[in-house]
């Protein structure tokens, strides 16, 4: 690859079939990620068949929920990973859809990317306690890969971090996705498990220009009234490497818009 930068991004496709007839395809092919990890698939490996297990030239690897129409992972690669992990090892929350990681590992290097979907709790009570669930069970296993390899996990969080990481807020205090429990967790990833927020490390003082999501409600978008809950979470060795952040805004391909980042490696 020389030295050209490793270009990676992160977008929730609120269903596959649907981004790509909003453009999507293009959109890669221009933008000639070396990587891209998508969440909320909403597909199946019968719907991906044929058509959807390259995007604009990479190779797709999957997590498909048991659920029709329901969350779903993938990562589209330019190079071939050494190994492929598909689920977390927990049934009920492998059978959501919701991890994938590929390893690129020589004799010299041991490196992952990640796709992640964390789950919502805006629905109710329970996929709120379920989100917990599974907020105490990724904790331990990315601490303990953090400490075994380098790795990017890009991901929907489903969590802004702190106050300039949504428009609204004062507003959010007791809802899911600004809780403080779920915040007190993303400082403990950051703090103890030692991983990096890497667009917040490249802007630290960014607010209403770093928002990925945007409720369908109202005039959310128009408004910018809007949340950054997706994440590329770095080893260290990684994100110092970093050379620059953008969100991808002038079209829409879903309610989240496309999170890219460049680094200065290689696989």
């Known amino acids: 690859m020389g030295n050209s930068l490793f270009k990676l991004t992160s977008l929730n496709l609120n269903g596959i079939r649907s981004a790509t007839s909003k453009g999507l395809e293009d959109w890669v092919a221009a933008q000639a990620p070396d990587c891209i990890g998508v969440q909320e698939l909403k597909a199946q490996g019968t719907d991906v068949a044929g058509r959807f297990e390259q995007l604009a030239g990479l190779q797709g690897y999957f997590h498909y929920a048991e659920k029709k129409g329901y969350s779903g992972v993938a990562l589209y690669s330019r190079h071939e990973p050494s190994e492929v992990i598909v689920g977390l090892g927990e049934p009920e929350f492998d059978a959501e859809g919701r991890y994938v990681e590929l390893r690129f590992d020589t004799l010299s290097k041991k490196r992952s990317l990640v796709s992640c979907y964390f789950p919502s709790g805006s629905s109710s009570e329970e996929r709120q306690q379920a989100k917990f669930r599974f907020l105490e069970l990724i904790y331990p296993q990315l601490q303990r890969m953090n400490a075994e390899r380098d790795y990017v996990l890009c991901g929907d969080v489903n969590i802004a971090h702190r106050e300039i990481d949504l428009k609204n807020w004062k507003g959010n205090l007791k809802n899911s996705g600004f809780l403080p429990e779920e915040r007190a967790w993303m400082s403990k990833l950051l703090d103890e498990a030692g991983l990096v927020d890497v667009y917040r490390h490249l802007h630290p ?54 999170l890219t980042i460049e680094y200065d490696w290689t696989l």
């Open 205 to 258: 003082e960014e607010g209403e220009g770093s928002y990925t999501w945007w409720s369908n409600r109202g005039q959310a978008r128009a408004k910018n009234v809007g949340w950054r809950i997706d994440y590329q979470l770095a080893s260290p060795a990684l994100a110092v490497q970093a050379r620059r952040a953008s969100i991808y805004k002038e079209q829409w391909f879903s309610d989240h818009a496309p």
